[in-house]
């Protein structure tokens, strides 16, 4: 009981396809509690659509997957009420300001200090002086600002984030990546789908490649340090390989 | 340049196939020439109580509306895709990454709109017709006429769309002061005598009585407004509002009673905010209502009583039916798919949205029964059009779910709708005219809607929001 209480996701066989394309072909994996693991794999990998299915936006063709204990197949709105989610697009709604966002997610998750909560969030990520701005006028960086706030609003123990830190220019980088170190040595667990494997070797302490929708490997970066690797040449040594075969 | 005209026709092609589907959408000038060529069976009958000039000037005025719907979807076709699709790209806003200048793009995007919708629209209007004309009496020469004053008039309403955005790009004060100079000139003429709309519009007069003159004056009415709205073309809009105060937190307040108080209050802050509320009233409901109206009155001669108040209290409440797909324009389930939300939980506050814009055909209503002389059918009229409507809204959720207004255009969306509505509306028109009291059997409507709604929340639910 208490190994399943620290497992925060598992998959067996999870699959997807859409028509006769496989996006996700039987991974099965697991991430502990305080882990910050990243699911790396180039375009196209199948990565997005494995956060969509363990956030239950999308319902897996086959196997199954557990997230903080429910699954996300059959309990999609108990799952995302848990965690925090940042999807690859920021698609806040065109017409509210991000202070309007802020406290309309507030309100969906019944946050009781929402004010408070959301004021932290725009002096930490320099971001107040837009607060009055309509969401379709913000930046890029503005929105995935908004978004990685909305994210960890209501403190969940779990957060997925797609593409955590595309748009974010080095001081911000530098920030959010502090951030989220922080957040999983206090307890919190981070699991980031990212191409970028330089962010992924800093931040992450386990990694998944995915190739082609197939798990390919799995491990800690501290194994690849210990055998003297770096994650970007693992990575391409892994996926050359197999686009060889 | 013609690569960048082909790429435009292109991606106009695209956009609208990937919204209706290929197959449906390269049917859709097929389906315009069936009704075109039926339709015109139907004319020799409608001229026993419509005189055809007034049948003309519908006509007319269709093409007109037309051409200014094409070109309001032009202008404002990247954020109602980005609304539907998330983030969306159009050639028509690349000329930060092209080597070419914003007015030659835009100078090609209107003879894109013109070329492409002449193709889609016009012309299978006029085929349908021409090749009905030997068996209903009209001349050999009408469709050829028609083809060009229906297109005069289809580009007098692009070109005005284009002129009208372009003084709003500048300052929305500029585009009032043209909407008063317009009105105060129409008043003008009305009083001079000039009661026939013919006679003020050049296309239709140049339909009626063709001369180089008329001629003339049409082309004028397209080539000014063009030429203008090329010549002062910005990108830069001067006087568009950039920061807003927090409406949401005192709104959701005051909706605290209702059942999701955080949606009912962003989908009033996204109709006030996108001038949807206020567009949609005037161009989605009293215009077509207006039309209505004008078309019932027409007949006034043939339906007994009060039939007419009644039978348009049904049309009001099956346009009013469309509010809903005001709610569901402003973004897709994506902009939801990470809170804690499902899609019923979003329909269900978005009926409820609709009921409170309910008061807006329930006032309207009163306003013509008042005006009319029909207060004493102001309530039947209200049963019939608030029944239609949430009748029309029950199958509409059942169907299309968050998006009809992508689904509409699917033919057996559509198909289904019309089943499921037409038989309905019959009875209670029928009923309606055999007598008024009869019109409260539209409260029977409560069953299906009550029967249907909870079904339509637990059905998309369950669906799979992939792609919109």
Known sequence: ?245 | MFELFVSMVKEEWRLHATIFGSASFALFPVLIFAIAFMGSFLLPLFRTVIPSGTLATLAFALFALLGLMVGAFGLLGKEVMNRRFGQVSLIAYSSRSLPISERHIFSTFIIKDVVYYFFLWILPFIIGFGVASPFIGVSPATPFLLALTLSLSFLTGLSFAFFFSTLYAWSKWLLAAAAIVLLIGGAAAYGAGYQDPASLYPPLRLFENFTVSWLVFSLLLVLVPFAISIAAFTTEYHDAKKRFPDKFSPLEMHLKNFRSPALTAKDLIDLSRSGAGVGQTIFSFLLPLGLIWLFLSLLSALIPGPGVFLVFSLLTGVVASTMYTWLTEFDTFSTYAFLPLDAGTLMRSKVTTFSVLQAIPAAFLALVALGSGQLLYLIPGLVLCLGISFYALAIITWLAGLSPNVLIYNPRVLGLFFIALGPVLLVLITLSFIDPLWAFSALLLAVPVLFLLPRSYRKWTSWEHTTY
């Open chain 1, 1 to 245: 009981m208490r190994s399943e209480m620290e497992t925060m996701i598992t998959t067996e066989g999870l699959t997807r396809t859409f028509g006769s394309t496989i996006a996700v072909d039987h991974v099965s994996l697991s991430v502990q509690k305080g882990e910050l693991y990243g699911l790396l794999g180039p375009n196209g990998s199948g990565k997005t659509t494995m956060i969509r299915m363990l956030t239950g936006q999308i319902r897996p063709t086959g196997g199954s997957a557990r997230v903080l204990g429910l699954d996300p197949d059959r309990e999609p709105v108990g799952v995302r009420a848990l965690i925090g989610i940042i999807p690859e697009q920021e698609t806040p709604p065109s017409f509210l300001t991000s202070e309007e966002y802020l406290h309309f997610v507030g309100s969906v998750r019944n946050i009781p200090d929402i004010r408070q909560q959301a004021d932290w969030w725009f002096e930490f990520l320099e971001f107040s002086d837009k607060r009055d701005v309509l969401c379709k006028d913000l930046s890029r960086g503005t929105r995935q600002k908004l978004m990685f706030s909305q994210a960890f609003l209501h403190n969940p123990g779990l957060a997925l984030i797609d593409e955590p830190l595309i748009n974010f220019d080095p001081v911000m980088q530098e920030k959010v990546k502090g951030y989220l170190s922080d957040y999983v040595g206090k307890g919190g667990t981070v699991f980031i789908s990212t191409h970028i494997l330089e962010i992924a070797e800093e931040i992450c302490t386990s990694f998944a490649i995915l190739h082609q929708g197939q798990l390919i490997h799995t491990g800690t970066v501290r194994e690849l340090r210990e055998r003297d690797r770096h994650l970007n040449e693992f990575f391409l040594s892994l996926v050359r390989t197999r686009t060889h075969v």
